[in-house]
Nanobody, 114 residues
Framework: QVQLVESGGGSVQAGGSLRLSCVAS?????????MTWYRQAPGKEREFVSE???????TNADSVKGRFTTSQDNAKNTVYLQMDSLKPEDTAMYYC???????WGQGTQVTVSS
């Protein structure tokens, strides 16, 4: 059974930091090759944030470049999203998902106040 569990969200002031975690279980090697972080703000469409593949290669959305960093611990089947210099526009529900397969966790809420 596939499980994706995101955690680490919370409420911070602008300029603050948070570190999100995503623990994945039950994924095949094919599905877990590349893991992606998405976010969805109220009334908006889900958008790509960042992704990382098994070799450690990362890609970030322009809106978070220089502020967010994705990393992983393959032994723990965990992907992290380090978010620094947070802005109010980063407020959203954050989800992780395998790029090659359709699975979603419950998400973790990030709220940034000005």
């Amino acid at each position: 059974q596939v499980q994706l569990v995101e955690s680490g969200g919370g409420s911070v002031q602008a300029g603050g930091s948070l570190r999100l975690s995503c623990v994945a279980s039950g994924l095949t090697d094919y599905c877990s090759y590349r893991m992606t972080w998405y976010r969805q703000a109220p009334g908006k469409e889900r958008e790509f944030v960042s992704e990382i593949d098994k070799s450690g290669r990362t890609t970030n959305a322009d809106s978070v470049k220089g502020r967010f960093t994705t990393s992983q611990d393959n032994a723990k089947n965990t992907v992290y999203l380090q978010m620094d210099s947070l802005k109010p526009e980063d407020t959203a529900m954050y989800y992780c998902s395998p790029s090659r397969c359709i699975y979603w966790g419950q998400g973790t809420q990030v709220t940034v106040s000005s």
